[in-house]
Each structure stands twice: as C-alpha cells, then as structure tokens.
C-alpha cells in the first residue's frame, strides 16, 4: 500500500486499508488518521456511536496485530480521531517506509518479507512493470453527478422540464432532458445521504410555484415555495456534521432562478388576463369591418348598422 503523490492521505477507511498492507509507504507531504466511524445518514445516538467506535477499535488493534504495526497508535486514529504525518507515521511504526514515487516503492519493497498464515515468501518486485487501471466510463460518471451540488442541479433540471412538457404536452424536448436529469439525479442520490423530508420540501415548493399560476393567492403560495425550497435544499443531504452540504451559491442561485422564473410566468398571466378579448364572438364587439360582399342577415333587427358606404359595426 502507498498513500501518495503529495497532497493525498489515507483517512477514515483508509486508515485500515494502509495498515493491512503487507507493505505500507507514504509519499512526502501526505498524511494518515482520523479513522473515528461517522454515520453518513445523519448524527448517531450515544449507543450506537460507542459500540460502533468499540467494534472499529477493536478491528484496527487486529489489523494493526497481524501486520506488525503500532496497534496503541491504531486505536487513537479510532478513538481520538488523531493523524500523523509522513515521518511521524514511520517513526510511530505506523507505515514501513517514505517512498516519492512508484519505481522507489518497488525498489524499498524488494526483498521484504510477508507471511500468510504459517508460509512466509520474499517480495522480488523490484523494476517489475506496472499496469494502471483506470477506472470506467461508469466510474467517472458516478464521481461527476455524485457531488451534491450537481445532484442537486440535475434534479432542478428534471423538474423543470417534466413541468414545461406538462404544460405544454408535445413539446417532447424539455420532457427528454427532464427525464435523463431526473434518473442521473436518482443514480447520484443512490450514494449519497439523501434526506427525504428535504426532497419532500422542494417537491413541495414546486406545487407551490405551480399553483401559484392557477390560483390568484396574492403572492402567498409563491412565498411559501421559495421558503419550501430553502429549508429542503438546507436539509436534503442530512444534518450530521459531516455530511455533504449543498453549497450555499448554488441554493440561491436556484431559488432565485426558480422564483424569477415563476413570477414572470404569474406576471404575463395577470397582464394577458388585464387585455381585451381579441378572440371569438367577444372579440368583434366595436370592431370596424369592411363587406366584401352582400350580407343578408336574418331575424329582428337586421338591417342596424348599415352604413350607406356597405360597411356594418358590429354592435352586439
């Protein structure tokens, strides 16, 4: 195992991962520790954070054991949450060596020693090739849409193109885009700690925004689907400490984009209704028309209207 280029560490789960190698090595400016279990659905009660904790202790002393490590430094990195340094883990006998890059990790590593059991073999890795595997298309994918702010961003995008094919059924685009956004959206919640009373919120907010259109509430609904919206974008990936957290630009740039949005849409709507009627038998009333050719209308009052030029206005 070999934590590295600089920058990287081996933290939380891969504390147990670095100590369980036959062979342990850092890179200059890396770091290892704070292996202390969390519950990445939401904060854990005293119980189960102390039996989770036990159990993590105990697992890391094992480990630490089979290998030849330093098991007291081990369980700290559980308990107390400590890290070390790239020196201070060799000094501690946490890993077994500082190796900067991959051929001088084969060339330390050669000739060490490791057992399985009751056999023991001798590594000869030294200038052996190596093959890197690359992670997939799936892979890449999954690491794109799983940050939660570009979840959060597909699943906006979803909602707003089921709404407009809704509304405007045969528009096909916006429902194609919708629903893509909205099944990448649910793949990257598959790995994240959704909240669903959040989701609920924001599902929610969008009702709101729509009814604000079909009912004349006087700003109430609108109101009450931005505040939906704000406190579901707050809460949908959870509350515990570390949790991932949408970040606070992209919230306010959707809740802003989404109210701006339907406020103009409830603004056209309310001017259109403030019109005149242009259409129908409504729309001809005092309107000037031109005959093109003789009229004979029928019934009482028939013949109202006639100008001498040929020309009628119609008056009801």
């Not at 500082?98 to 051929?103: E, G, K």
């Not at 992670?135 to 961003?153: K, S, T």
């Not at 949408?246 to 109210?259: D, K």
Request: net charge neutral.
């Amino acid at each position: 195992m070999w934590v590295g280029p600089a920058g990287s560490r081996a933290a939380s789960a891969g504390v147990f991962v670095v100590m369980a190698g036959d062979v342990a090595a850092m890179a200059p400016g890396t770091n290892i520790g704070a292996a202390t279990p969390i519950n990445l659905q939401g904060p854990m009660d005293s119980t189960l954070a102390r039996k989770a904790t036990n159990d993590a202790a105990a697992f890391a002393r094992t480990v630490a054991a089979q290998r030849g490590r330093n098991g007291v430094w081990a369980e700290r990195a559980v308990r107390e949450a400590v890290s070390a340094s790239e020196t201070e883990a060799v000094d501690l006998h946490v890993v077994d060596f500082l190796a900067a890059s991959l051929p001088e990790l084969l060339a330390k590593a050669d000739g060490r020693i490791w057992k399985r059991g009751e056999e023991t073999h001798r590594l000869a890795v030294r200038g052996l090739p190596m093959d890197r595997i690359e992670p997939g298309f799936r892979e890449r994918l999954l690491a794109l849409i799983a940050d939660p702010n570009v979840a959060y961003i597909l699943m906006m995008l979803g909602f707003y193109g089921m709404l407009f094919e809704l509304q405007n059924p045969g528009s096909i685009l916006p429902g194609v885009v919708g629903g893509i956004c909205l099944i990448l959206a649910f793949l990257a919640f598959s790995v994240l700690p959704l909240n669903y009373a959040g989701l609920a919120l924001i599902g929610l907010a969008l009702v709101f925004f729509v009814a604000e259109i079909k009912v004349a509430s006087h700003g109430i609904l609108t109101a009450g689907g931005v505040l939906a919206l704000i406190l579901g974008s707050l809460i949908l990936f959870g509350t515990g400490g570390r949790a991932p957290r949408l970040s606070l630009a992209v919230i306010a740039a959707a809740t802003l984009a989404t109210t701006a949005f339907f406020l103009l849409v409830v603004g056209k709507g309310l001017m259109a209704q403030r019109l005149p009627v242009k259409t129908g038998r409504q729309g001809l009333l005092g309107v000037h028309a031109v005959v093109a050719e003789r009229l004979g209308p029928q019934g009482p009052g028939q013949d109202r209207g006639r100008d001498l030029d040929g020309s009628f206005e119609c008056a009801g």
